[in-house]
């Protein structure tokens, strides 16, 4: 039987596949857990990085554009690169040497290439840390690897929203957008427009039978009914 930490890391890990389910139930729970997990994973990450994206990139970009003057797109362009090499260097450098002294067969190269592949969500399962049995405090260890993988595949988007909100980077996603013709644009719009004055006057039409079913009805005398006063 696995241990907690054990599975709540099989749970996360990017599919490195050494710890699997090996009983019919087993494999139809991970299907279901699959299938549910994945959209709220995706929701919640969507969730974290643009109220991160808010405080780590835009804010800074237009604080220096509007404080000193500065281009706006040459800071964005400057803050893409420097936030990139600070994730590079946080989540990918510093780790690799961290592993590469905890992992005994690990080098550098080996441990530079497992955070690569896990952050890139290839998980190959290659290699996989905290596997050895002499592996002091491994449950801890599992635990710590886990938080790391959370928080570097958030600075992963973070910097990829980062890159993708630059100005040039539209400009080039633009030439593969496909491009609809100007007649079939206006069609739409004259359609739209049509609609829109048919509700418009169907609307004031039904306000004036309400005002009119509302008015209270007045009796007008007839003048015989006048005179005939007037001679009593």
């Known amino acids: 039987a696995a241990s907690f930490s054990l599975s709540y890391a099989f749970c996360f890990f990017p599919g490195y ?3 699997v389910p090996l009983s019919d139930g087993g494999k139809a729970f991970c299907i279901i857990y699959s299938v549910i997990g994945i959209p709220f994973t995706l929701l919640f990450l969507t969730a974290v990085v643009q109220r991160i994206i808010v ?8 604080y220096f554009h509007i404080r000193w003057g500065f281009s706006k797109q040459v800071v964005a362009i400057i803050h893409a690169i420097v936030l990139g090499f ?4 946080c989540f990918f450098l510093i780790p690799a040497a961290i592993f590469s002294v905890l992992e005994d067969d690990w080098n550098f ?3 530079f290439y497992f955070c690569f592949i896990s952050l890139s969500t290839i998980g190959l ?3 996989v840390p905290g596997e ?4 002091k405090f491994r449950e801890l260890y599992k635990i710590g690897i886990t938080c790391y993988l959370l928080l570097g595949l958030i600075a992963m988007l973070v910097v990829l929203e980062t890159f993708c909100e630059l100005h040039e980077l539209k400009k080039f996603r633009k030439l593969f957008y496909v491009k609809k013709d100007k007649e079939e644009d206006q069609v739409h ?10 509700s418009i006057s169907d609307q004031a039409a039904s306000m004036k039978d309400d ?3 509302n008015e209270p009805f007045v009796t007008s005398q007839s003048p015989t009914s006048n005179d005939s006063s007037l001679n009593n």
């Open 125 to 127: 399962g290659d290699y």
């Open 211 to 213: 005002q009119k079913a």
């Open 86 to 89: 600070i994730t590079v260097s």
């Open 109 to 111: 190269l080996e441990s």
């Open 189 to 198: 719009i004259m359609e739209h427009d049509q609609l829109s004055f048919s």
């Open 55 to 62: 405080y780590v990139t835009r804010r800074p970009v237009l």
């Open 132 to 135: 050895g049995y002499n592996q």
């Open 17 to 19: 596949g050494h710890t």
